[in-house]
């Protein structure tokens, strides 16, 4: 059993910055082996790829929405994977969810196997 658990989301004016972070947790779960992915769902709209980064934290992908405004990085000493997200917007509104699969070395925007219950991020203009 993989537990990931979400914090850091909040109510940030337009132009500020939020730090999210995932802890990761199981009795088997080594979290080292595994690629890390943030996703967020706005009301009424699908779930989309945000960012994800792999095992070891050299790689890492952006969707076109957030590149040059959010950065993923990850601690696997602490079994945690972060999400910095700056010049905020109001179209960032959303619950944002971490995610995780065995790193395989395969796209990084699907086929996660466990995820989070999400943290709310709310950007008012």
């Known amino acids: 059993q993989v537990q990931l658990v979400e914090s850091g989301g909040g109510l940030v004016q337009a132009g500020g910055s939020l730090r999210l972070s995932c802890a990761a947790s199981?009795?088997?779960?080594?979290?080292?082996?595994?690629?890390m992915g943030w996703f967020r769902r706005a009301p009424e709209k699908e779930r989309e790829f945000v960012a994800g980064i792999n095992w070891t934290g050299t790689s890492t992908y952006y969707a076109d929405s957030v590149k040059g405004r959010f950065t993923i990085s990850r601690d696997n000493a602490k079994n945690t994977v972060y999400l910095q997200m700056n010049s905020l917007k109001p179209e960032d509104t959303a619950v944002y969810y971490c995610?995780?699969?065995?790193?395989?070395?395969?796209?990084?925007?699907?086929?996660?196997?466990?995820w989070g219950q999400g943290t709310q991020v709310t950007v008012s203009s």
């Open positions: 995610a995780a699969k065995p790193d395989y070395g395969l796209a990084f925007q699907k086929d996660y196997n466990y």
């Open positions: 199981g009795r088997t779960f080594t979290f080292s082996m595994y690629a």
